[in-house]
């Protein structure tokens, strides 16, 4: 196989602590600890190295990223070396001098993850009391300083219809864009699939709205949608392809093609503590296994589309399979897909449990 182009995107998790519980929450189930995080030095090596490979941007995540005080530094050594910096933020943390000491040091882009409108019901889905109030303010610091905003409002059953009032508070901030993303079900999600899935109904009505802001709100407010797996026809393009364009790094150093991979019992994930990263990009065992198009059983390896969505997600086909090399089954082509739609509509119909909210063994302390 040719050597892999460069990463657009380098993903950096710098930790796994953050004072929210959302329950559907892309982390894994077996969180990092503090003390296995990587330090600041360790951290200004991958950003360098990541530029070296080629890497355009940088997201600084978590978890949230904010709760490291070395956060400035990091945005400071991406900017530094010319790397589009965006900071992906629950917003609870942040402080006005903070959102300026950002933009001192380079920060290109703010991305803020909201859980819905009414406070009560935000505050409720987020696990965190006072947290939607805390991220208004944040949404108003970012834009008063300057920077661009994203709006990241995840989507699911329990909040679906407050889609529109979602899309109105996205104009009233000033974003100039808002991810409508229905929730995905890896990590938490997938622990609270039940809970989350929203019924046929609440997807039709939820695209109508979106097709229907998109017009009336273009040139004001770029909206992008992201759509269930589970009711789908054809799979996504997951990170746009194994190994093809995205990379993310977790808190302790493990060098993953995407957020879910350790799913996979299969895979050994290298560290960045080990490995320079450019090695473990170009020639990684874990990283070769689903690049391209090689890997591909039938009915992906005939298909027009294999280099479209490049086989969806591998983590969708164990979870729902059992077999990480199974066509996704949220292809209509799958001969699984009869399940994934059969799963959909049975969560849905039945009542919600309560969450299971994502947990550490040490609950990170928000000062009132």
């Given at each position: 196989m040719s050597e892999p182009d460069p990463p657009l995107a380098v993903l950096l998790e710098l930790t796994h602590r953050c004072p929210l519980r959302c329950p559907y929450c892309s982390n894994p189930l077996e969180l990092e600890r503090r003390g296995d995080e990587l330090d600041t030095a360790t951290w200004r090596r991958v950003i360098a190295e990541a530029a070296e490979?080629?890497?355009?941007?940088?997201?600084?995540?978590?978890?949230?990223?904010?709760?490291?005080?070395?956060?400035?530094?990091?945005?400071?050594?991406?900017?530094?070396?010319?790397?589009?910096?965006?900071?992906?933020?629950?917003?609870?943390?942040?402080?006005?001098?903070?959102?300026?000491?950002?933009?001192?040091?380079?920060?290109?882009?703010?991305?803020?993850?909201?859980?819905?409108?009414?406070?009560?019901?935000?505050?409720?889905?987020?696990?965190?009391?006072?947290?939607?109030?805390?991220?208004?303010e944040a949404a108003r610091w970012v834009r008063a300083a300057g920077l661009p905003l994203t709006l990241n409002a995840p989507v699911h059953r329990q909040n679906l219809e407050c889609l529109e009032d979602i899309i109105a508070l996205a104009v009233e901030l000033g974003a100039k864009r808002l991810e409508v993303a229905h929730v995905q079900y890896y990590g938490w999600g997938?622990?609270?699939?039940?809970?989350?899935?929203?019924?046929?109904?609440?997807?039709?009505?939820?695209?109508?709205?979106?097709?229907?802001?998109?017009?009336?709100?273009?040139?004001?407010?770029?909206?992008?949608?992201?759509?269930?797996?589970?009711?789908?026809?054809?799979?996504?393009?997951?990170?746009?392809?194994?190994?093809?364009?995205?990379?993310?790094?977790?808190?302790?150093?493990?060098?993953?093609?995407?957020?879910?991979a350790e799913t996979i019992p299969e895979l050994a994930f290298e560290r960045v503590t080990e490995r320079g990263l450019a090695e473990i990009w170009r020639d990684s065992p874990a990283f070769e296994r689903f690049r391209g198009t090689s890997w591909m059983p039938e009915p992906c390896t005939s298909c027009d589309r294999r280099e479209i969505d490049w086989g969806g997600c591998r983590c969708q086909a164990l979870a729902i399979t059992g077999d990480a090399a199974n066509t996704d089954p949220a292809c209509g082509l799958s001969p699984r897909h009869a399940e994934i739609l059969a799963l959909a509509d049975a969560e849905s119909a039945r009542a919600a449990p309560a969450f299971d909210y994502r947990r550490m063994a040490k609950p990170l302390a928000v000062e009132a």
């Open positions: 490979l080629g890497a355009l941007q940088v997201h600084f995540s978590g978890g949230e990223p904010t709760v490291r005080h070395d956060l400035e530094a990091l945005v400071a050594c991406a900017a530094g070396l010319g790397l589009y910096t965006n900071l992906i933020t629950a917003g609870v943390l942040l402080d006005e001098a903070r959102v300026g000491r950002l933009v001192e040091a380079g920060l290109d882009h703010v991305q803020l993850s909201i859980q819905g409108v009414d406070a009560a019901e935000a505050d409720r889905i987020g696990g965190l009391k006072g947290g939607h109030a805390r991220k208004l997938l622990k609270n699939r039940a809970a989350l899935m929203p019924t046929r109904a609440q997807l039709e009505r939820a695209t109508e709205l979106v097709e229907a802001a998109r017009v009336r709100l273009k040139g004001v407010l770029v909206i992008d949608y992201v759509v269930p797996d589970y009711y789908a026809q054809r799979p996504k393009s997951c990170m746009g392809g194994w190994g093809r364009m995205f990379l993310n790094i977790t808190p302790s150093g493990k060098v993953l093609p995407c957020h879910a």
